[in-house]
DNA sequence: TTGAAAGCGCTAACAG
DNA sequence: CTGTTAGCGCTTTCAA
């Protein structure tokens, strides 16, 4: 058992409330008695256990996360900003994820809250009916959405404008001179910012006169989307550019395209949704609707101390949207 | 405040002890007193307080993770790996990393020590060199190195064998015709990885009778190799084929050749190590060699969780080492 | 500036 | 099967 407070105060001769003043607030410690405190803790090798402090301070400076997998890139890097941002801030990060499985969402939640963490950041499958959500509402405990969008204005959120972002993805398409453009895209229900993202490839459609074409929807970005664009062997079957609800799933479909034996861009153009930073390094370069997937995790992170730190909601935007950007790149061609 | 176990105890009519008792293990209490706590716990939305309960049982069913960055892949999927891993074993996980600051290394094992974690999972910079190790060796605090293969044959690790791996890949490379291989590497002193893939690579030559070519180290993998490369516009100056001590760096050379106006593979092939995942679905294909990333944060935690389990060191295989493979890809040309 | 004392939520003897 | 009790490490009044 690693050495207490009580063994410090020991050693040094004094009280454990003074040890513990020194650690809380060491201006209010005597020069004197500091050297000998801090000559015990060198002595004893003490570290304070946040456990006790935690159970009687009634904060733990922990936050949760929950996100859905670290396979996408995306959700990492957010990840990454989240930690980053929280060392910065003295907070520590609990880190959960759920698979995509929305029933794994609440359990993921609930071991966090028995943690005492003082507040959750996560990226659910649908934030306008996620029981979760409530739970957290209903306990009181700040939390701050990543990447979802939620229509309820009360919620705290980061995320890029999706509707838009992948309006001015398709927007670029039509400018390079693309009509026939057809979504792919992960599952709707598991994904509200797809359901986001198909309203904007509908508004820039109907806003260029263009007929929307069926969002073709497929079951995981396990990369089998190949039976789904079978069809596009066929060239009057196939669209001008396929434009896809995230950078792993037009990474999937390009690489089954090309199994079919289509290329790309010549065949058909690929335009993505994320901006993984993978996409720029290959060849041609994956153009895409880019997000700021590590700066999303660091407002968010720095969203939610704020929460924390004002006990009653206040201040501060609500729902904040990052600017994004739209990457030209090889996998689109110019048609005409 | 959220309910506490008392308040289940009031409410239920029971003592606080039968309240953990139907917590801890349900069997040792009646049914009926049993319905009743239970009751009053969905009443009263009860949840245990972790800080608690780790307090007084001194241990916290959470496990610490150090790695350098979450923008490598390889990282992200070990982490995916251990967390999923504890999600089934029950344990929960904390996360930090270092991005690649030796200095950053001890700190980060501290936090999580204050924490109390009853074990730690981490990837450091070098593991003979490491007063982090030494800290958590001293303290008796369980532990399991992840990437790293330490020389002292007493650490807890799981890896590929890298020097192993690297002769293979190396020895692909040969196998296809190549002769003038040349490795490209990220700062040794900041991965000791990195060095034993030198060796690799400096066996394989020797075995298959050829020079051994000066090894090319970058600061980073921000990208920035071309100022390095710059001497391959000289078929001359140029190896036939690059061996990249990590895939990211193979990608970034890549691109950079590229920029120089080379083919990849036609004018220089490429060979990375890691084998993320995306490599597979560029094209060409990226050759590397491949290391199973998931499954060695599984196998991971799985060690720390039965290290946790026997105070005193016991059984169990010591330095675990994953099978590797080698993948072929279209980066790398028959050359003859 | 310091100490004494109470208590955060929980578990583990020990009785009964 | 259940209750009583003590105490894990720490902070925080309240006094001195």
Redesign the pocket.
Same mark, same amino acid.
């Given at each position: 058992?690693p050495p207490?407070?009580?063994q410090v105060a020991l050693q040094a &001769?004094?009280?454990?409330?003074?040890v513990?003043?020194l650690?809380?607030s060491p201006a209010?410690?005597?020069a004197?008695?500091a050297g000998k405190i801090n000559e015990a803790i060198a002595a004893l090798g003490f570290r304070?256990?946040f456990? &006790?402090?935690n159970?009687?301070?009634g904060r733990s400076r922990t936050v949760g996360v929950v996100v859905p997998t670290l396979s996408n890139t995306v959700f990492a890097q957010c990840l990454q900003g989240i930690e980053l941002a929280a060392r910065t801030l003295d907070y520590s990060v609990m880190f959960t994820a759920t698979e995509y499985r929305q029933e794994d969402e609440a359990a993921a939640v609930n071991l966090l809250l028995s943690h005492r963490v003082d507040g959750v950041i996560l990226t659910v499958a649908d934030a306008s009916a996620s029981g979760t959500l409530d739970v957290l509402d209903r306990e009181g405990i700040p939390y701050v959405l990543t990447y979802n969008q939620p229509q309820q204005a009360s919620r705290l959120s980061v995320s890029v404008d999706n509707r838009a972002a992948a309006h001015d993805a398709v927007a670029h398409l039509t400018a390079l001179g693309h009509t026939r453009i057809q979504m792919l895209t992960g599952q709707f229900n598991a994904s509200d910012r797809a359901i986001q993202r198909y309203h904007g490839y509908l508004d820039a459609m109907r806003a260029h006169g263009l007929a929307p074409m069926a969002p073709i929807e497929v079951p995981r970005h396990t990369g089998l989307t190949s039976a789904h664009l079978q069809a596009f062997s066929d060239p009057q079957q196939r669209p001008s550019a396929l434009f896809c609800s995230n950078d792993l799933l037009a990474l999937a479909a390009m690489r089954d395209l090309r199994e079919l034996g289509l290329r790309v861009p010549e065949d058909i153009s690929v335009m993505g949704f994320d901006g993984i930073p993978l996409g720029e390094m290959m060849s041609p370069v994956l153009a895409s609707a880019v997000q700021p997937s590590e700066q999303i995790g660091e407002v968010a992170l720095r969203t939610l101390v704020a929460a924390i730190g004002q006990t009653e909601g206040g201040a501060g935007p609500v729902s904040q949207t990052l600017a994004h950007t739209i990457r030209h790149g090889g996998t689109v061609r110019v048609f005409s």
């Open positions: 058992m207490s407070i009580k &001769g004094v009280s454990t409330a003074t513990s003043r650690l809380n209010s410690v005597s004197e008695t304070p256990n456990n &006790g402090r159970l009687r301070a």
